[in-house]
């Protein structure tokens, strides 16, 4: 057992040029060579870096790693300015280890079960449909993100949650601001206590008048309004963003692959298996962490009590070792085993959500506009990397009109 000497300055970010959907090819050298490296974070930290599949998941089930915020740094680029996080409010379970994260999580498991999320699929076509009709009338070119991608999860979300669609635009805003990378401190906090403040009274309207959705059904027990209100934070801020961003950069790499996105045309049937392939190849929330609660041998290293260790999704789900010719996006690979959802017992919760949304909104696209494409040349969009999610900022699509 050794311990690493020092050899990365911080986390490789800077993507190969021409080239949006691949991850910094400093990722994939260290994952042939150093696995687990030893890393500076922004703010000073002396932690580690780990770019293998196996490695991160082998992390990720450990208990012996924490999620706790005041226990982790981040390693992306800007965090240097920012303070250190405080242990996680009541109810903001992903910021938790057990036994506090088992008891929330185990209060929403069974609202976001496989057979439930089927359930809701008829709605998101139904809101899928009233979109592409709306694009239709408005007619080309559009902002894929505006008009498409961003408001089909956040109209989800809002009938899942119970929140009025009509304050999508507060909201979305808010959750922006805290995923904002360039983001000064201040503005990160008061997105969050607006917020909080937001699903504070939304907790109290629904104490008081129940209606049909998650938020109300969890009301009805034992948890205070500052823990509901927190659920309500994470599930919102979770609930669209992510989605968005997919179905956005999604679309974009089909549109740069034709000839998948033709494979994908021509049979539906192969829908599930393109989007657990998106979701490899894309690897939005790209970068994840965890800390040493005591000392932990991986790898032949010393990963000491107190060290971070950064988690790299994106390097992990482009491995050879899991995945054959992972540079490659093949909507007919069996991408089974990606973390594009995490591992372990904070594998994230609204997966069967997201991937009802990416399998109803994917094909119903293409389906409706078979001559979509970008309306600007590809260096032209604007990517999303000042943020903790990567994506776009906008698509600007065509097509033919009829």
């Known amino acids: 057992m050794t311990e690493s000497n020092l050899s990365l300055a911080g986390l490789p970010v800077t993507r190969p040029a021409g080239c949006p959907f691949d991850p910094p090819e400093e990722l994939a050298r260290l994952r042939e060579q150093q696995p687990l490296s030893r890393m500076v974070f922004p703010d000073g930290h002396v932690g580690w870096l780990v770019t293998s599949h196996a490695l991160l998941r082998a992390v990720l089930a450990d208990t012996r790693f924490s999620s706790r915020h005041e226990l982790l740094h981040s390693p992306l680029p800007g965090a240097a300015s920012m303070e250190r996080t405080p242990p996680a409010p009541p109810g903001l379970f992903i910021g938790m280890d057990a036994p506090d994260h088992t008891r929330y999580r185990s209060l929403l498991t069974g609202k976001f079960t496989v ?48 929140v009025s669609f009509a304050d999508r635009e507060s909201f979305q805003r808010h959750v922006a601001t805290v995923n904002d990378l360039d983001a000064t401190p201040e503005e990160v906090q008061g997105a969050f206590v607006a917020l909080q403040e937001y699903l504070h009274e939304l907790v109290l309207a629904k104490r008081a008048k129940p209606t049909d959705d998650l938020l109300s059904d969890i009301a009805d027990g034992d948890l205070t309004d500052e823990e509901l209100t927190n659920i309500g934070v994470l599930l919102l801020g979770g609930g669209f963003d992510t989605t968005a961003n997919m179905l956005a950069l999604g679309t974009f790499a089909l549109l740069r692959h034709p000839g998948q996105l033709a494979a994908l045309r021509a049979d539906p049937g192969l829908t599930d298996q393109a989007v657990e392939e998106l979701l490899r190849y894309l690897s939005i929330t790209h970068t994840g962490m965890r800390t040493a609660l005591e000392d932990v041998e991986l790898d032949g290293h010393l990963i000491r009590a107190g060290e971070c ?4 999704v994106q390097a992990a789900n482009r491995d050879p070792e899991k995945f054959a010719d992972p540079d490659t996006l093949d909507l007919h690979r069996k991408a089974v085993g990606h973390v594009s959802f995490g591992h372990g017992v904070h594998q994230c919760l609204g997966q069967q959500l ?15 506009f078979p001559t979509l494409r970008l309306a600007v040349p590809p260096e032209e969009v604007p990517l999303r990397t000042d943020s903790d999610i990567y994506g776009v900022h906008r698509l600007p699509v065509t097509w033919d009109k009829a």
């Open 354 to 368: 997201a991937r009802v949304e990416m399998r109803v909104a994917y094909p119903a696209l293409i389906s409706r």
């Open 115 to 162: 057979r439930r999320m089927r359930l809701l699929t008829e709605r998101v076509e139904e809101i899928t449909t009233e979109h592409l009709d709306a694009m239709e009338r408005h007619g080309p070119p559009v902002d894929l993100m505006e008009a498409f991608a961003r408001p089909i999860p956040a109209l989800v979300i809002c009938e899942l949650l119970g």
């Open 309 to 312: 260790v950064a988690l790299s």
